[in-house]
Nanobody, 126 residues
Framework: QVQLAESGGGLVQAGGSLRLSCAIS????????MGWFRQAPGKEREFVAT????????YYADSVKGRFTISGDYAKNTVYLRMNSLKPEDTAVYYC???????????????????WGQGTQVTVSS
């Protein structure tokens, strides 16, 4: 079992930056990719970014490409999401998720992910 815990959310002004963290514990050897999703009130869960755990290759949704950076610190078993140039439409609960082997790269659908964190709130004011 893989357990995930997000942190780092908060309130920022438009144009500002935040770095989210996701602490990973448990059977990390079973993880193909670590991803970030977000969900705003009244909207469906949306793919943000994913990271191939074996080599650190990233993949981003078009809406965040060029502004967000996903990375991992393997020694600390932690995944990060650096968010720059934040916009009010980035406001959402952000979830960290882990996808197991057997999935096609890149996994961009929530159903591909077996493990989920509790979420952390990001609010961007205008």
């Amino acid at each position: 079992q893989v357990q995930l815990a997000e942190s780092g959310g908060g309130l920022v002004q438009a144009g500002g930056s935040l770095r989210l963290s996701c602490a990973i514990s448990g059977r990390t050897f079973s993880v193909l990719a670590m991803g970030w999703f977000r969900q705003a009130p009244g909207k469906e869960r949306e793919f943000v970014a994913t990271l191939r755990w074996s080599d650190g290759s990233p993949y981003y949704a078009d809406s965040v490409k060029g502004r967000f950076t996903i990375s991992g610190d393997y020694a600390k078993n932690t995944v990060y999401l650096r968010m720059n140039s934040l916009k009010p439409e980035d406001t959402a609960v952000y979830y960290c998720a882990g996808a197991g082997y057997g999935n096609r790269w890149p996994p961009t659908e929530g159903i591909k992910y077996n493990y989920w964190g509790q979420g952390t709130q990001v609010t961007v004011s205008s």
